[in-house]
């Protein structure tokens, strides 16, 4: 199926800076999902949003469920080292998971 | 969350032979899917497990080259067949649990 827009491809910040990256769908979901793969690992679930216009925050992570139900975006605040990964958005509707590309994200300490 | 295991965790292979890889959850889950994640590449959905009857295929992907059992509703394997270097891939299990999408730690493929 069609692939979810995701970016920015890579982010390269420093300790301490915000991030901030978004997806975007040509269709309607009706969940949207923010996963992080560490390398030589399975990607682990975030945040889910269920509800367009939602906002969650999981520490310092915070997503939001577009209003349009087609777009999602996630902030990490206060980066630190242990936010180096890959960061994939998925959204669903009826058991169709789509995937993003991923935002590769590197933090200098 | 679901906590799910795969076996192996990686493998380097021939070409022409073939590897099972399985998944264990625990806890029963309705959904189990396979997905393939090649090197720098998001993820893609090879085939839903079914419960009872055969894998749902999506496109590109076919029974021959990669069948899957579903034997119950903790358990199922992928076989990657007669393999070639292409197939050089993490494998991933994933479940649906509570309307989430879950994943295993992945099977790291090497072909040679």
């Known amino acids: 199926g069609q692939q979810l827009n995701q970016s920015p491809q890579s982010m390269f910040i420093q300790e301490g800076e915000d991030v901030s990256m978004n997806c975007t769908s040509s269709?309607?979901?009706?969940?949207w999902l923010w996963y992080k793969q560490d390398p030589g690992e399975g990607p682990v679930l975030l945040i889910a949003?269920?509800?367009?216009?939602e906002l969650t925050s999981n520490g310092r992570l915070t997503a939001q469920f577009g209003i349009t139900r087609k777009d999602s975006f996630l902030n990490i605040s206060a980066s630190i080292p242990s936010d180096v990964g890959i960061y994939f958005c998925?959204?669903?509707?009826?058991?169709?998971?789509?995937f993003g590309a991923g935002t590769r994200l590197t933090v200098k300490p | 969350s679901a906590v799910i295991s795969q076996k192996p965790s990686r493998d380097i292979c021939q070409r022409g032979t073939s590897l099972t890889i399985q998944c264990q959850v625990d806890?029963?889950?309705?959904?189990m899917f396979w997905y393939r994640q090649q090197p720098g590449q998001s993820l893609t959905l090879i085939a839903t497990?079914?419960?009872?009857?055969?894998?749902?295929?999506e496109s590109g992907f076919v029974i021959d080259k990669f069948p899957i059992s579903r034997p119950n509703l903790t358990f199922s394997t992928l076989t990657v067949s007669n393999m070639s270097p292409e197939d050089s891939s993490i494998y991933l299990c994933?479940?649906?649990?509570?309307?989430?999408?879950?994943f295993g730690p992945g099977t790291r493929l090497t072909v040679l």
């Open positions: 949003l269920y509800k367009a216009g």
């Open positions: 998925a959204a669903s509707d009826n058991n169709d998971m789509r």
């Open positions: 497990a079914n419960q009872g009857s055969e894998a749902t295929y």
């Open positions: 269709s309607i979901f009706n969940t």
């Open positions: 994933s479940v649906v649990q509570w309307n989430e999408q879950f």
């Open positions: 806890s029963q889950v309705t959904m």
